[in-house]
């Protein structure tokens, strides 16, 4: 009988998602899809690759005025079911919702010729795209993958691509969190991996809809349940 050859073991590689990008390129105005399973979705985009982990950076969202007032009881349910999967790591900016002074644009003038200001609310997280970079490049140096994937399409991330590259020698990989090409500066680092986030796969990567972890079983939020058959059966699943 001849022997076959051994196979080659998959190269490995660490996914670094960017929360607030991901939820506006594939998932805002989508509740269907938002009860997103990381592992479910690296699995079906990374067949080849043995992910070893995929590290979730967002920030607590508070309650703005206008908008859905369960949106942070919604994130925490969803928080906690990213915390049921093993290879999931989390790590927290800030969220803030300021009033601040702002020229209006086009721009008017007022009777003594300076830009005329309204009043806005503006929404922004803090510290996440500096924590997901240094995450990135410190675990480069540290070698402890083969490849290096950023789920975004945030050309802010170009320089720790290029540090994870020629300081640390490592292949890296771009997930665009849509079908539409990803910004010039990302794809101008010829990255070796490409891939899209395309919405068959998302939606095929949800977790079911009841799940289970220390704490006792809970649901997905009722405004993203998708009204078809449950999704994977209707088990717990175990943290």
């Known amino acids: 009988m001849p022997c076959l050859p051994p196979s080659r073991p998959r ?38 690759f043995d992910v070893r982990q995929i590290r979730y950076f967002t920030a607590r969202v508070r309650h703005v005025e ?3 007032p369960r949106a942070p009881q919604n994130q925490e349910a969803y928080l906690r079911a990213l915390g049921t999967l093993q290879t999931v790591s989390l790590h927290f900016g800030t969220f803030r919702a300021d009033k601040r002074w702002m020229a209006v644009s086009p721009l008017e003038f007022d009777e003594a010729g300076e830009p005329r ?3 806005v609310r503006k929404i922004e997280e803090k510290g ?5 970079a240094a ?11 083969d490849v290096y ?32 090409p990803a910004a010039r ?3 101008d680092l010829r990255p070796e991996h490409v891939r899209h986030l395309r919405p068959g796969v998302v939606v095929a990567s949800q977790f079911p809809r009841r799940l289970a972890d220390g704490a006792g079983g809970f649901s997905c939020p009722a405004k993203w349940r998708r009204t078809e058959a449950p999704l994977r059966g209707e088990g717990l699943r175990a943290g």
């Not at 996440?128 to 997901?132: G, H």
């Not at 490049?137 to 402890?144: E, L, P, Q, S, T």
Request: aromatic fraction near 6%; charge should be negative; hydrophobic fraction near 45%.
């Open 11 to 48: 190269p490995t590689a660490v996914v670094y998602v960017d929360g607030f990008n991901l939820f506006r390129r594939a998932l805002q105005g989508r509740d269907d899809r938002k009860w997103l399973d990381l592992e479910q979705l690296c699995r079906r985009l990374l067949p080849t």
């Open 185 to 187: 500066s990302l794809l």
């Open 66 to 68: 206008g908008k859905d």
């Open 135 to 145: 995450h990135m490049v410190c675990d480069a140096m540290d070698g402890i993958a």
């Open 117 to 119: 200001r309204v009043r």
């Open 149 to 180: 994937f950023l789920l975004s399409n945030d050309s802010d991330f170009v320089d720790a691509l290029r540090l994870v590259r020629e300081r640390a020698g490592a292949e890296i990989g771009l997930i665009v969190p849509t079908s539409a």
């Open 128 to 132: 996440t795209d500096v924590s997901l």
